[in-house]
């Protein structure tokens, strides 16, 4: 991704923010608004690339689209029934989701591979599994998923492994609202954003029950609606990480919700000596304190969030002692380490999943590229800590998934500039 960023290190992040609107439960609603075809009103939208990328696809098919603000008016009471195009889908993977969409409505759909972070295989085996169990004869033809379904049967599907997909269960429940009958799915991903999207289609009036790891869904007609897309729990762990490793102060006034959604992280974070306390909705994180060594191992909701790895990796680095890190989700993930070798951090690679994270005192500034989003986040708290200009290459990545990441940086204290190519 194109983009850079010169940070000048090191700098003390204090202040008070406002968390936007979740990327990751922003991209199924906003597809799934499709399927009601009735008025819907989002509020609470980030604006970031992938939202970007979705609204443009959205214009494709002639959607009616209106935005004012953080608010996304659709009405797709009527829109040309197109395919999305190459250059779209290749953009970002969350594109997928219209693949069922489509489906439950016309009964015809096509889609490129999509593309998004390289940080390992990411193959849509699950996805396609789900469709066919609701009778979808899919074929890959000339680089494109080309499906089919003349009626949408009901379905009962287990996926598989110990870290089920998110996105084939939100597949699942796409194609479920247009099976006859009641469609089940069994180990299903129940990450925040899986079930924030489940109260969206209940909002509509979706038929959705969970138990557990297994979710119940009925035929359901939808009705249009207005729903309030929440925090991003990933950007409220970003900011605190910017705080703990500059020892600033911050303030998170809708931070709250993020408590719940991410536990182990959070408990990571108390582990690590940082102090965070909650009064109504805002979060108070002092991180003024001697940072503590940990242990942190990623998996499946609840265990530690793979996207939260990276954003936490400067953190270990700033620690008083060796902390252990194993990435058990993505195999390609650790692209960031190599970058921040280059700032002096210190690290032991134990196989391919486990590195030992030595403690730095101090970063120096450099050049460095970033890869994926998290990575390149991981890049920019490094180099807050980080004596001297940081040069991050790539910066793009971050436009991808945090609004305004250079303007609540400066805000918050940070001597950031990007420089245009």
């Not at 390289?118 to 193959?123: D, V």
């Not at 489940?198 to 959705?208: D, H, N, T, V």
């Not at 790895?309 to 194993?326: M, Y």
Request: proline share 4%; net charge positive.
């Amino acid at each position: 991704m194109k983009g850079i960023l010169r940070i000048e290190g090191p700098c003390s992040i204090n202040g008070s923010l406002k968390i936007s609107g979740s990327k990751f439960t922003s991209i199924p609603i906003i597809v799934g608004s499709l399927l009601s075809q009735k008025k819907v009103h989002l509020r609470n939208v980030p604006k970031i690339k992938d939202i970007e990328v979705l609204i443009s696809s959205l214009h494709f098919l002639d959607v009616g689209i209106t935005i004012k603000q953080n608010s996304l008016f659709i009405d797709a009471s009527s829109f040309n029934n197109q395919d999305i195009p190459d250059y779209l889908a290749k953009q970002m993977r969350g594109v997928f989701l219209f693949l069922p969409a489509l489906l439950v409505i016309r009964g015809r759909a096509s889609i490129a591979i999509p593309g998004g972070c390289r940080i390992g295989k990411r193959p849509f085996d699950e996805h396609i599994r789900v469709l066919k169990k609701f009778g979808v004869e899919v074929m890959f033809v000339d680089g494109r998923f080309v499906a089919r379904v003349d009626k949408i049967k009901r379905a009962e599907v287990s996926l598989r492994g110990l870290y089920p997909s998110p996105g084939a269960t939100k597949t699942f429940l796409i194609m479920a609202l247009g099976a006859t009958g009641e469609s089940v799915i069994n180990n299903a991903s129940v990450l925040p954003e899986v079930i924030e999207f489940i109260s969206f289609l209940k909002e509509l009036g979706a038929k959705i029950e969970i138990k557990g790891t297994t979710i119940v869904v009925k035929k359901s007609d939808l009705h249009g609606g207005k729903f309030d897309i929440p925090p991003d729990r990933i950007e409220c762990l970003t900011w605190i990480a910017a705080a703990a490793i500059t020892k600033g102060k911050i303030e998170i006034n809708n931070g709250a919700s993020s408590l719940h959604k991410c536990k182990k992280e959070f408990s990571v974070l108390s582990e690590m000596g940082i102090n965070i306390t909650r009064n109504n909705n805002t979060l108070f994180v002092d991180g003024d304190v001697e940072l503590r060594s940990a242990d942190i191992t990623t998996g499946a909701y609840p265990q530690f969030n793979t996207d939260a790895q990276p954003i936490f990796t400067p953190l270990l680095i700033a620690s008083k002692g060796v902390s252990r890190l194993t990435e058990n989700v993505f195999e390609d993930r650790f692209k960031h380490l190599y970058e921040l070798q280059k700032m002096g951090a210190e690290f032991v690679f134990k196989g391919e999943r486990t590195v030992l994270v030595e403690p730095i005192p101090e970063l120096k500034g450099t050049v460095v590229c970033g890869h994926d989003i998290r990575g390149t986040v991981s890049l920019a708290l490094a180099a807050f800590k980080a004596r001297g200009v940081t040069t991050i290459l790539g910066a793009g990545h971050l436009e991808r998934a945090y609004e305004n990441f250079e303007g609540k940086a400066s805000f918050l204290g940070a001597n950031i500039k990007r420089i245009v190519e």
